[in-house]
T-cell receptor
Framework: DAGVTQSPTHLIKTRGQQVTLRCSPK?????VSWYQQALGQGPQFIFQ???????QRGNFPDRFSGHQFPNYSSELNVNALLLGDSALYLC???????????FGPGTRLLVL | GIQVEQSPPDLILQEGANSTLRCNFS?????LQWFHQNPWGQLINLFY???GTKQNGRLSATTVATERYSLLYISSSQTTDSGVYFC??????????FGKGTRLHILP
């Protein structure tokens, strides 16, 4: 039973570029949430997808957008990258928006 | 929004010692989770515990929702317990808030 997977593992971009991160949820899970974790901080909730719709959103600008596909996998897109977007981006999945969340290994994004 | 405070921020213990980590939250919550983040950044779900007490091996957790706190107990610490422990709550607005974590160092 595969857990939550994320790709790529590492990414280097320059300011102003756009990036797409991908997440496949744990088998049987239909809800995907995305988090940003800056160095030394706790994860910050970006948004949650359920039934291919954004159900909840944290305090992130519109530069952060996402998508969920019919197979429950999800993408996080960040436009017009800023130096401050450098962080570990984590994806978590769960069942029907309740229950324990299971996290992927994350994508480390560095913006130069 | 809801505030989540974890204490202590840092804890250094000798192998074999016991510890208690605390999570206070400022409002009613739908649920509460405890996570362990290892040095490589992987977050592991330890407990999903909106209320009551659960145990898993050397770890146990108690959430008293009416008093807005949760405790994580680690007994007979091992070096592999080192890392950062996070408490995360889902508020009534369905948004998930993490605390700043407790950084635990277990010395051999």
């Amino acid at each position: 039973d595969a857990g939550v997977t994320q790709s790529p593992t590492h990414l280097i971009k320059t300011r102003g570029q756009q990036v797409t991160l991908r997440c496949s949820p744990k088998s049987g899970h239909d809800t995907v949430s995305w988090y940003q974790q800056a160095l030394g901080q706790g994860p910050q909730f970006i948004f949650q997808y359920y039934e291919e719709e954004e159900r909840q959103r944290g305090n992130f600008p519109d530069r952060f957008s996402g998508h969920q596909f019919p197979n429950y996998s999800s993408e996080l897109n960040v436009n017009a990258l800023l130096l401050g977007d450098s962080a570990l981006y984590l994806c978590a999945s769960q069942t029907d928006r309740i229950g324990a969340q299971y996290f992927g290994p994350g994508t480390r994004l560095l913006v130069l | 929004g809801i505030q989540v405070e974890q204490s202590p921020p840092d804890l250094i213990l000798q192998e074999g010692a016991n510890s208690t980590l605390r999570c206070n939250f400022s409002d009613s919550v739908n649920n509460l989770q405890w996570f362990h983040q290892n040095p490589w950044g992987q977050l592991i779900n330890l407990f999903y515990i909106p209320s009551g007490t659960k145990q898993n091996g050397r770890l146990s957790a108690t959430t008293v929702a009416t008093e807005r706190y949760s405790l994580l107990y680690i007994s007979s610490s091992q070096t592999t317990d080192s890392g950062v422990y996070f408490c995360a709550v889902e508020g009534r607005d369905d948004k998930i808030i993490f605390g700043k974590g407790t950084r635990l160092h277990i010395l051999p």
